[in-house]
């Protein structure tokens, strides 16, 4: 027979079912969660403010998040500076080029990291573990010692201004983090579906392509979020290798707008409305493969 406890059964130096730390610690965590949540969005909410206002309503006294009224002229007066700057430099040409250097090495990326990754997971060979952490290990050498050495050899074979060195290295597994993740997502697979494969008559290249690569697509589409914002927000790499305006990227047109529009006050309101274009894309991809993303990484990081 079931019975009942009623509240005048506890005594006072008893803890109730529920208790009050439990609630007090739940408080904290979600005050953090939307304390660093603010912090975050509070940045992007305020580029969209500044972006749709007028010269006069930046520079005051008072903070207004909400444009009165709101400008959203400053678009198209944007798309139309553009043209202005250099010839055949437009909104569409910018973005065009953008997508073309960010789509490539993104790619490039993430077929050279899958197949180094493939090989440091299933088979063996002699040093494989110490070039495997060799490899970790220049993670840690600073891109700006990179630099000079790159530029000099690009210049060597005469691909100065061109997008070969922002496009090409991505073939040759550049990002040793997402091999890294790669590799590990590899070890979670159990080895008798390749060895069931293998004895159905399939080939390593068949086992990899049609096997391996469709198992590890969460990792895959998490490496395509990260390698898309990397590359999409490229500043340094078409600074240092891109001399013509028209073959700028959003990152690096950016402050060549800034920089021919304005020779005195900044114009922000234009700048602000480049940014959040520029940033628009990366945020729709992102919560498209949000759920992919969170699960590529988890999974990833967590075997070996």
């Keep these: 027979m079931a019975s009942t406890v009623s509240t005048e059964q506890w005594s006072s130096n008893q803890p109730l079912p529920t208790s009050r730390g439990w609630h007090i610690r739940q408080f904290m965590i979600y005050g953090l969660l939307i304390l660093g949540g603010l912090i975050v969005i509070i940045p992007f909410i305020w580029m969209i403010s500044t972006s749709l206002k007028s010269q006069d309503q930046l520079f005051t006294n008072t903070i207004d998040l ?24 437009t909104f569409l040409r910018i973005v065009g080029n953008t997508l073309f250097m960010t789509l490539l090495a993104m790619f490039g990326e993430i077929f050279s990291a899958s197949l180094v990754a493939y090989g440091f997971s299933r088979f063996n060979w002699r040093g494989r573990d110490t070039v495997f952490a060799i490899m970790l290990a220049t993670v840690m050498i600073p891109s700006i010692i990179t630099r000079i050495p790159g530029f000099l050899i690009w210049k060597q074979l005469g691909l100065l201004n061109t997008y070969d060195p922002l496009t090409w290295p991505s073939l040759f597994a550049w990002g040793p983090i997402y091999v890294f993740l790669m590799r590990q997502f590899f070890l979670t697979i159990p080895r008798e579906i390749e060895e069931a494969a293998i004895i159905d008559g399939a080939s390593v290249v068949q086992v990899y392509w049609h096997i391996m690569l469709p198992l590890i697509r969460p990792i895959m589409l998490a490496i395509a979020v990260l390698s898309f914002q990397g590359n999409w927000n490229n500043f340094q790499g078409p600074l240092l ?37 520029m940033s628009v894309p990366v945020l729709v991809i992102y919560f498209l493969a949000q759920k992919q993303f969170l699960d590529g990484i988890n999974i990833g990081g967590v075997k070996g």
Excluded: C, E, H
């Design 241 to 277: 290798y891109l001399t013509t305006p028209q073959m700028f990227p959003l990152a690096l047109a950016v402050q060549f707008f800034q920089n021919s529009v304005s020779k005195t006050a900044p114009l922000w309101q234009y700048m602000m409305a480049m940014s959040v274009m």
């Design 66 to 89: 909400i444009p009165n009224p709101a400008m959203p002229q400053n678009y198209v007066d944007l798309w139309a500076r553009l043209g202005t700057i250099a010839p055949g430099m």
